[in-house]
């Protein structure tokens, strides 16, 4: 059965076929090992260092230790239609308290205790509404440039956050190039700048921006600069020192160095934007709002910035998840709605050019535990804010299923929602940047 109903520029798709439920192991540790792994492990360094020809090796150098270089010959910026940011719920947010499905009785038959009361639901319809924490995005939404597809996710389960963010940020299952999908599209054409690809407010280079491809990953954007070139190096020495030492040295080692330097170079127009938010736009406080304000900077720049990652966590609620009153999840809604609100309002006109897409490794299961919370689950929520957004909320609802081991099945596969992101946005192939896989239409974005 399928119902669309389009009021306000919102348009409503959801189809109803029930799904066979799989059943899996739920994490056994309260707090989840393996989510404090991921954002700083042995491995992910490894991968980040080991990089051949692109700034990720460099930019770990130049963030961490605080050395940046200035290149020999410069490369011009080119300035961009069109700016994807890629928002990571970090931990596997539950997509059904920030998208409830009142519709599926299922839902409240399952969490008597912290599901969300119909009757405070935003932009409800006869199916789903928005957590009411969300209410600063409702200018978004009603004047149809904010969206959900729910039930969306990898196409097979897995509930390891390690492997499943590698498996979400690679996009190209069986590979063994380790290639992010984010790095791939940037090397769609021959244009090369490490200001192509930024990842703000985190200097351990994410999966997905990996590659043989330049970016940059940095925690702030103060820390892109050339140590030891400030107010005392009046004759320059220290630039002209690091262009003899790395202008011939080859290897990876000197393109990320050289890359560095690039990215250095170019960057002036950035740090040369007002560091106050403009439109009256305020952040929260804390590092989500700072990477916000960050990437407002970068694009009023408009150094070339395609895409920009930024992560927010820890979305990993198997306590204290909450009620309204209470709790982690109202405690993160309040910040990603009140972060985004101020990051387009100090877009400004700016914004017409920008889109928002979250991802997140995986889903929470149907039945909340014993501790207010909610073990690792499957399906999830990906939310479209912005520039080309058509608003709504999309997707095949599977039907839920009330037992220990049920989650929210998968019926859209993520990629064919970032699929249609990047065709649609940035005019790259899907096959380029999902190599072997073909995307199923999902009609959630416009081109320019």
């Given at each position: ?10 348009a ?7 799904a066979?439920?799989?059943?899996a192991?739920s ?11 991921v ?9 980040s ?15 961490t ?22 928002l ?16 599926d ?35 978004l939404w ?7 597809v ?34 791939r ?11 192509q ?9 994410a999966t997905?921006v990996?590659g043989?491809q ?8 103060n820390?892109v ?8 190096d009046k ?10 030492m ?8 000197g393109?990320?160095a050289?890359?560095?330097m690039q ?26 709002g ?16 395609e ?14 998840l ?17 972060g985004?609100?101020a ?31 909610l073990?690792?689950g ?12 058509r608003?709504?909320?999309?997707g ?6 009330n ?16 699929a249609e992101v ?8 899907s096959?380029?940047?999902?190599p ?9 974005v416009?081109g320019?």
């Amino acid at each position: 059965m399928t119902s669309r109903t389009e009021t306000a520029g919102r348009a409503t798709h959801v189809t109803g076929d029930p799904a066979p439920a799989t059943t899996a192991p739920s994490c056994a540790e309260v707090g989840c090992d393996d989510f404090a792994r991921v954002a700083m492990s042995r491995r992910s360094l490894l991968r980040s260092a080991a990089v051949v020809g692109g700034l990720t090796a460099g930019a770990t150098t130049l963030t961490t230790v605080g050395d940046a270089f200035l290149q020999t010959s410069y490369a011009a910026t080119r300035s961009v239609p069109a700016v994807l940011v890629v928002l990571s719920m970090r931990g596997a947010v539950d997509g059904m308290s920030m998208v409830v499905p009142h519709g599926d009785p299922v839902y409240y038959q399952a969490r008597p205790k912290i599901g969300i009361p119909a009757e405070t639901l935003l932009a409800k319809d006869g199916f789903f509404g928005l957590h009411p924490n969300l209410a600063p995005l409702l200018p978004l939404w009603t004047s149809g440039r904010m969206a959900a597809v729910h039930a969306a996710g990898l196409p097979v389960a897995n509930r390891s956050h390690f492997a499943a963010v590698e498996l979400v940020e690679d996009a190209d299952p069986g590979s063994r190039e380790r290639i992010g999908w984010i790095n791939r599209l940037i090397g769609r054409d021959s244009y090369a700048s490490p200001l192509q690809a930024m990842q703000l407010g985190n200097s351990v280079p994410a999966t997905a921006v990996i590659g043989p491809q330049p970016t940059l990953s940095v925690r702030g954007l103060n820390q892109v600069k050339l140590a030891g070139a400030d107010q005392w190096d009046k004759q320059g020495r220290r630039p002209r020192s690091m262009r003899t030492m790395w202008g011939d040295v080859g290897g990876p080692l000197g393109q990320g160095a050289r890359a560095a330097m690039q990215a250095v170079s170019q960057f002036g127009a950035v740090t040369a934007t007002s560091t106050t938010p403009a439109n009256g736009a305020v952040y929260p406080t804390g590092g989500f709002g700072d990477a916000l304000a960050a990437a407002a900077r970068t694009i009023r720049g408009d150094v070339g910035a395609e895409v920009i990652t930024i992560d927010q966590g820890n979305w990993d609620h198997h306590v204290n998840l909450g009620t309204l009153e209470w709790g982690s999840m109202q405690q993160m809604t309040t910040q990603f709605a009140a972060g985004l609100a101020a990051f387009f309002t100090d877009l400004g006109p700016l914004a017409s050019k920008v889109t928002v897409v979250t991802l997140s490794e995986f889903g929470r299961r149907t039945r909340e535990n014993a501790n207010y919370g909610l073990d690792h689950g499957y399906g999830t929520v990906m939310m479209l804010l912005g520039a080309g957004v058509r608003g709504g909320y999309y997707g095949r609802w599977p039907g839920l299923v009330n037992n220990d081991n049920n989650d929210l099945q998968v019926t859209t596969d993520y990629r064919s929602v970032l699929a249609e992101v990047v065709t649609a946005r940035l005019g790259a192939s899907s096959a380029q940047v999902f190599p072997g896989f073909t995307p199923t239409p999902v009609g959630v974005v416009s081109g320019l």
